[in-house]
């Protein structure tokens, strides 16, 4: 079965660095399209950022500059490497994944996702 692990959270102070980990397993080898997304309490949910097979990403505004997604399609895990944080950036951030290749700020739209992780959570102190 399809399984998507995320790794790495914590609890960090204002300009601290955390680094995301999705480890994937099942359906494929190889996602095409692959995204991170975050919700806090009473919030919509936002995608972060996405990457496709062609090494495309894409970013939020609120995390561009910042953020920096990558992924080893060896290991068949994802990254999100999370700099400069800010107290704005709690939230509980799960990875997703597609069979489908995807371009530009569609990546960032939820509903192209097929499967999910549980989420991990990041907590930025002011």
């Known amino acids: 079965q399809v399984k998507l692990v995320e790794s790495g959270g914590g609890s960090v102070q204002a300009g601290g660095s955390l680094r995301l980990s999705c480890s994937t397993s099942?359906?494929?080898?190889?996602?095409?399209?692959m995204g991170w997304f975050r919700q806090a309490p009473g919030k919509e949910r936002e995608g972060v950022a996405g990457?496709?097979?062609?090494?495309?990403?894409t970013y939020a505004d609120s995390v561009k500059g910042r953020f920096t997604i990558s992924k080893d399609n060896a290991k068949k895990t994802l990254y999100l490497q999370m700099d400069r944080l800010k107290p704005e950036d709690t939230a509980m951030y799960s990875c997703?994944?597609?069979?489908?290749?995807?371009?530009?700020?569609?990546?960032?739209?939820?509903?192209?996702?097929?499967?999910w992780g549980q989420g991990s959570q990041v907590t930025v102190s002011s």
């Open positions: 990457i496709n097979n062609l090494g495309m990403t």
């Open positions: 099942g359906y494929t080898s190889s996602w095409s399209s």
């Open positions: 997703a994944a597609a069979p489908d290749l995807f371009f530009s700020n569609t990546l960032l739209r939820a509903n192209i996702y097929n499967f």
